[in-house]
């Protein structure tokens, strides 16, 4: 089964993976309330990217379902996470495709694996609230920057003084803020660092943490776990920061999600707080790693990877989402993320500020294919 090593937002890894996000493999007793630990490895100055681990929201939630008042269908009460698809499914459009190769118009590709063989893409890439895109192209050691179709429009060089000595390209996991600003976030001797991109301007600076990674953001501040295990949220208008409890929809409703061998949500404004087990269309256990993304319209989508008891060669790929109300929707089957480009994730779940439309990002051989929920 492979690690589900990097799968953000909110990430949680479950124990088969060597680098755990809230791992819950024990199906008795209550969640537990404190936040989980989250450990992650730099990157090394082989050229080979390296895996970071996602940190999982914490949960306090208990077997029973709250329901608020509503009309809506209670929606599943079991995630069955179906066998990856040979194609994406009607519901989900190709936005757009970006090739590899040399120009500026195209992103570019480094050597990775154990001997350097694999042609490694890049570092995946964010929505903005102007629909633009901005991806990590560590290969150039730049920041490209491509319209809504896919077209390209410039890119920002990264100066080799901002280069791990002076080569090698470490920032991961971007996110564009509402107003634009492009974020990312590296881990170094020095501690967390925090690239930002603000009104065309480039510039560094420290969070004050030994490790911290951005892997979420609710449009104005971005979260993410210590290796403390410590949700911390982060201003990066001044790299501010404080512990917190939950994550946050961008209207400013908390919400925390845990998983392991069941799905655990929490919805604290709206009195929900339910245990949904995790399985494969047999009905064997299924072991999963979750990004989560939330829409303006606070629907919590979830992008959900892994392998089930009954089977481990069999890859399982689907996404589904949690209403504001606490119902959770049929899991969907989705394509194999998995190439020998991908960096490590696989795969990104992605959302523009403002709106409430999924979209992933692949990094398959060919290229980056960026898809977008549209049923």
Known sequence: MPCLARLAAVCLVVVTCGSACSSDSSDEGEPTTSPP???????????????????????????????????????VDRLVVPEAAPTMPEAWHERFVIGYGPGKELLGTAPGGDSGTLDIGPEYGAPGPDGSWWFLDGAKARLAHYDASGEFLDQIRIPRTM????????????????????????????????LRVRDGV????????????????????????????????????????????????????????????????????????????????????????????????????????????????????GATSVSPSGAVAEVEPLANPFSEADPGSPAELVMAPGSSTPMLVYVLDDGVHVYERTG
């Open 37 to 75: 630990s989250s450990t992650a490895a730099s990157p090394t100055p082989t050229g080979e990217p390296s895996a970071t681990s996602a940190p999982s929201a914490t949960s306090t939630a208990t077997s029973s379902a709250t329901s608020s008042p509503t009309s809506e269908p209670e929606g």
């Open 163 to 194: 280069l791990f000595q002076g080569r090698y390209f470490q920032w991961q996991l971007p996110h564009v803020m509402a107003d634009g600003t492009l974020v990312a976030s590296r881990n170094s001797q020095d501690g967390t660092m925090l």
């Open 202 to 317: 480039l510039d560094e600076i420290p969070i004050g943490l030994p490790y911290w990674a951005a892997t979420y953001s609710d449009g104005t501040l971005l979260y993410g776990y210590s290796g403390r295990g410590r949700l911390e949220v982060v201003d990066p208008t001044d790299g501010s920061r404080q512990r917190t409890d939950a994550f946050r929809t961008p209207s400013g409703a908390p919400f925390s999600l845990k998983v392991g061998g069941r799905l655990k949500v929490e919805l604290p404004d709206a009195g929900v707080s339910k245990v949904l087990p995790i399985s494969t269309t047999s009905g064997a256990p299924a072991h999963v790693g979750v990004q989560a993304q939330a829409g303006a319209d606070d629907t919590l989508h979830l992008f959900l990877v892994g392998a089930g008891e009954d089977d481990e060669s069999v890859q399982l790929v």
